[in-house]
């Protein structure tokens, strides 16, 4: 197939998908289509095509693209174009990759449900009824609903594994520094990576190998030599596995319980060695995580002060008075919440109290990790508490939104790499996640692991290529 | 009551250091440009850039830091300085607050030894300017970079205050780390100054003066404020804690803001930046590279070359000058290079039209003899007017000093001949006659007789005939 094929047919599945999955905020079929034909008449010519030639791939919109608007969701954005691209985009660009459009998002990635985008709700391709998680709920649908094969999103939490596995597909959230962010419109910088969501293992291989790597314009990215294969013979026998009993814990729905206990008996079957640990309490880590990233919240968006983008108020003469209304105006709840408790926890006389103690017990659960990691090569956990829920909950589910991210939150906090896979449906059609969580640097191994899991449980991404319009309604 | 007052002083100095590029981004740091030419997504804070630290700036901000006999931290790190302003583009500052670059350093200025309490790296704010009803910010000067030096509060007056400065500000300049030019704000001052009744270290209630933008402008600041202090303790009032301007038209202090309402700024470690750690060897490499402090080069001056100190303050004030002297002084006598320089030099910029080897060719040639101190002096003004060597011009100007004594015997016994009336007046005692038969000495010359050897054979002769008639 030429590249303007595919390209073509990913085309016709946007339009006749996206109106039902309101996965995507804006599109860039223009720009695709030329590079689309440079790309045909390279391959005319013989010459060399680059890796991910004619690949579409869908972006966050919280990721800078020149040409591009950049608006992470949010009112205060509005036709902002930020006049450069990030790092993963020029490597994606480089790679030979089309990049066909922006997702939704929840504004400025605070959320886990994609329902509090500025623009409008994604629905979960599996059932409309229900969200697509988020803060990258529109790359997980875009993926999961067959319109892209591989889109980018982004972490702070948890908003890559969560989303992907809300819509049955993978998602890598890789070693903190290995992708540089560079690009990435900041929530919370000591947490926050880019990561790939895709429908194939081999695809997220292929993106990741493209994008890693030191880059002189983010001073916390590292070489990434380390993105090899070990070859064919990967052996599972003796291998060791944790699964932490305080995660469990979480874990109220019986199905994903059953479910990952089924997948656990299959990787035994192989000779691989599972153990119960105790390990923190995702509770804590969530409390950490609850004041840290608000934190750096606080100062990363106060950039957005009406100056030089956003809300101008005219008649405000008086800059306190400007800055207040032109903020007022520019974001929504959810977003000024956290700023507000971002701010109190950084605020004399709650600091010690909060932010420093905060500092302190994040240091011990990467400890702590790092410690389980000297005795286990991997910790196994499901993905989510529960699988997707259901759209415009209300205020009422809102914890139970926040703990969607408790299975991801203390891998973030100590920069490790964690991998989301699908391990099938439940009874209602809805896909289940599996996570599996490595050291610093394991990124090869958690692949090629989820690539035995995939051979031994038979669980894959579940793409829907139909989206049943009914369901849910 | 008598009690003894005491003013305490400590100053905050930022510096714009003197690289090319900003900070954390590669825009240029020549903030005369056209408003916000100089700027990119990082220096304007736009959403997704992220900061990369100029190692230029680090080794400037070392070697100040160094020369200041602070500890250095291997390890330092960035934090943020949260706040709101519109020329502040990301609403935080970048700025080394939990782990500064240099500490616990100390300067000494002649008999004061001034502890240093830090020395960071910061990265500048853009500029406000108010234009009638408008307000435009320029976001040129955003990023570039800046080292805050902190001292102790160990300066116990005005004068003294201004003088720390000015020794500091030449020390900076010898170092080559900024252009100190307090004008064009690459140097700013802010002060601290409490009264005590003696004992304590700093006041319990300082007031610290901000914008101190010259010499002048220190000294009677504090001036103003010890006094306006002094008073207010000696009504039994309180101090209060706060910020306070300088009005230059009125000479006076004035409120700016209460310490009451002061900002929190929530500093917290910045994450896009890491741990800043210096290289095994970096420090001793920049001590060693370290130019001769000026304190310690005028000192030398003095002692070994016996140099006054009104001169040496002249010559170090402009390290061009000071390496001028310095060669001119092993090529001629020192004390004479020193005179020479002061008193023909000063207005001119260094290094000036004319080489120390020409200088010290001059003084040399005058002190044998061969030129007199005027021809000199005309010789070293030819010399900075058309670039020429000074052998050079006295051969084309024929000013080669004649000291010959048969042909200065021979213009002597010429013009007493020539003119015996003048002859008659000196011996008839009119003394003064003698400068007349001199004028025509150098005159018949052309300048080039020695004047001290026509004037003593004049006055011999002239005294012979008197005696013998
Ligand atoms: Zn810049």
Known sequence: MSAREILKDCKDRLEERDPLLKAFVATSWKRAEKKARSLDEKRARGEELPPMAGVPVAIKDNIARLQDTLTCCSRFLQGFYPGYSATVVEK??????????????????????????????????????????????????????????????SETGGSIRQPASFCGVY?????????SRFGLVAYASSLDQIGPLAGDLQDLWLVLSQISG???????????EDLKRSGDNFDPRGLRIAIPREYLEQVEDEEVLERMIE????????????EEVSFTSPGRALAVYSVIAPAEASSNLARFDGIRFGPAPEAEQDWEAFITKSRDEGFGKEVKNRIFLGTVVLSSPYRKEFFDRALVAREEIREELHELFKRFDLVLSPATPTPAFSLGAGMEESLEKFMSDILAIPGSLAGLPAISIPMGLNRNGLPLGLQLMGPPRSEPFLLEFSELVKRESGYGAEVKLEIDREAGK | MSCKWETIIGLEIHLQLKTRSKIFCSCSTDFSAPANTNTCPICLGWPGSMPALNQK???????????????INRESSFDRKNYFYPDLPKGFQITQYFRPLGFEGFFQVGENKVGIQRVHLEEDAGKTIYNGEEVEIDYNRAGIPLVEIVTEPDLVSPDQARDFLRELRLLLLYLGISDCNMEEGSLRCDANISISTGGEKTGENQVELKNLNSFQAIARALEYEQNRQKALKKGGEEIARETRGWDTTEEKTFLLRSKEESVDYRYFPEPDLPVLVLEEGLIDSVRMDLPEKPQERKKRWEREWKIEKEETEVLISQQARADFFEKTARLAPPREAAKW?????????????????????????????ELSTSRGKDVLQLCLESGKNPARIIQEKGWTQ???????????????????????????????????????????SQGQANPGLVWDLMERKLEERKNYG
Do not use: W
């Open chain 1, 263 to 274: 997948v656990v008996r299959d990787l035994e079957q192989v000779g691989v060695i599972v």
């Open chain 2, 341 to 369: 320089i002061k008193e023909n030099l000063v207005n001119f910029d260094f290094p000036p039209e004319i080489s120390p080897e020409e200088l010290g060719d001059i003084i040399n040639r005058v002190r044998a003899g």
């Open chain 1, 214 to 224: 030191r880059d002189s314009r983010d001073s916390t990215t590292f070489d990434s």
């Open chain 1, 92 to 153: 994606l660009e480089k790679a030979g990759a089309l990049i066909i459009g922006r997702t939704n998002m929840d504004e400025m990635a605070m959320g886990s449900t994609t329902e509090k985008s500025a623009y409008f709700p994604t629905r979960n391709p599996h059932d409309l009824g229900k969200v697509p998680g988020g803060s990258s709920g529109g790359s997980a649908a875009a993926v999961g609903g067959g319109i892209v094969p591989l889109a980018l999103g």
């Open chain 2, 57 to 71: 700036a680090v080794l400037l901000a070392l070697r100040g830091a160094v020369a200041l006999n602070c500890k």
């Open chain 1, 171 to 179: 998602g890598l959230r890789a070693t903190y520094g290995r992708i």
């Open chain 2, 402 to 444: 004649v000291s010959d004594e048969d042909y200065i015997e021979k213009l002597v016994d010429r013009v007493l001949e020539e003119n015996p009336g003048v002859v008659d007046d000196y011996l008839s005692g009119k003394d003064k006659a003698i400068r007349f038969l001199i004028g025509q000495a150098m005159k018949l």
